[in-house]
């Protein structure tokens, strides 16, 4: 049968000096005399040195710009009005002379239909009258008829 | 010279004209980052970003895991940067957030089991001869494969413990669990690594 001792689960405690002050020096004389707790601090002190190797691993990458990328990507994307040409104005020339004359229209047949224009009137509309071009007054004539 | 907890780094301040060598606490660089400035956050990870990917490759025993969790790892804290305070130590909180990372993407792919690092796994050479470096590689591959037949857990709570050098406090703030599980994973991993590669009979 295996030797056991019930203080062998102190030992990693032990040696990371998780025990307080008085049972860390109590457990320190314990493992001087108990071969079980005295091989298992060795061993754990051994498996510690062992994999404090490990920590010699390095990041070959430089994570800093590969990080500050994912994080410029997600960023909300900000871009500046694109600048104009001078020639490029020219382009717009057409369009603009196109809204110019329908503005002109516009204005125009706007003043026929409200009257406000009637310098501007053609004689040909005056036939749709009530007192077409160069008949006498109706009303008045009728009136002085009686 | 840099004290544990700072880092010396060459800053343009905001509205001086020379450069000046300013050391910063992660507090200071983190406090920076959380209004926007992503040179201070980039400091950060260059601070880190060894640790971190350490951490990683020997929890998933894969480089291009390793590389682009330690990516999600930074860009999820970048995110969750206005909820760090400086009482929480920055290095402990980028380390559960590693964690949750990688527990998360090992229980999804459903591949909790470790991989073991390949044959290039690089091993340091120490200034020995060939022969002793050849040993040294061997037995720093018997320890990878041994990490890799613990539980995550234990192995996790290992290799902060030895390798990154945390207390149980800190291991129970970045792995979420009490001191007393933290102190318990150690131990029932060391004593699985013992058994598997540095057993001495009494």
Request: proline share 10%.
């Given at each position: 049968m295996k030797e056991s001792c019930?203080?062998?689960?102190?030992v990693s405690a032990f040696m990371d000096g998780a025990l307080s002050g008085p049972a860390r020096d109590e457990f320190a004389g314990h493992a001087k005399t108990c071969p079980l707790c005295g091989a298992r601090l060795l061993e754990f002190t051994a498996l510690s040195e062992r994999l404090k190797t490990l920590r010699d691993t390095r990041c070959e990458a430089d994570l800093a710009r590969l990080v500050d990328r994912r994080l410029a990507d997600r960023a909300p994307a900000r871009r500046a009005p694109r600048k104009r040409a001078w020639w490029q104005n020219w382009q717009l020339a057409p369009q603009g002379l196109g809204v110019a004359a329908a503005l002109a229209m516009g204005v125009y047949l706007g003043l026929l239909l409200t009257g406000g224009g009637a310098a501007m009137r053609?004689?040909?509309?005056?036939?749709?009258?009530?007192s077409p071009p160069g008949a006498l007054c109706a009303g008045r004539c009728s009136r002085e008829g009686h | 010279m840099a004290s544990l907890g700072t880092f010396a780094f060459p800053v343009r301040l905001i509205g001086a004209d020379v450069d000046q060598q300013v050391e910063h606490t992660d507090a200071d660089w983190a406090r920076l980052a959380q209004k926007g400035d992503r040179t201070a956050f980039a400091a950060l990870v260059r601070k880190h970003q060894d640790r971190i990917y350490r951490h990683l490759l020997r929890l998933t025993g894969s480089r291009d895991e390793a590389l682009e969790l330690a990516q999600e790892t930074f860009v999820k804290a970048w995110q969750a940067l206005p909820e760090?305070?400086?009482?929480?130590?920055f290095h402990t909180w980028l380390f559960r957030i590693a964690s949750n990372t990688a527990m998360d993407l090992l229980r999804r792919r459903k591949i909790v089991d470790f991989v073991a690092l390949e044959e290039r796994f690089d091993a340091p050479a120490?200034?020995?001869?060939p022969e002793a470096q050849l040993e040294t590689k061997q037995r720093l591959l018997a320890l990878q494969k041994a990490l890799g037949r613990l539980p995550a857990e234990q192995r996790e709570a290992v290799l902060l413990r030895?390798?990154?050098?945390?207390s149980y406090a800190e291991i129970a703030l970045a792995t979420g669990v009490t001191e007393g599980t933290v102190k318990s994973r150690i131990a029932r991993g060391r004593e699985a690594l013992v058994a598997d590669t540095v057993r001495i009979e009494p």
């Open positions: 019930p203080r062998i689960g102190e053609p004689s040909a509309m005056a036939v749709f009258d009530a | 760090w305070y400086p009482d929480a130590q120490g200034g020995a001869g030895e390798v990154e050098g945390l």
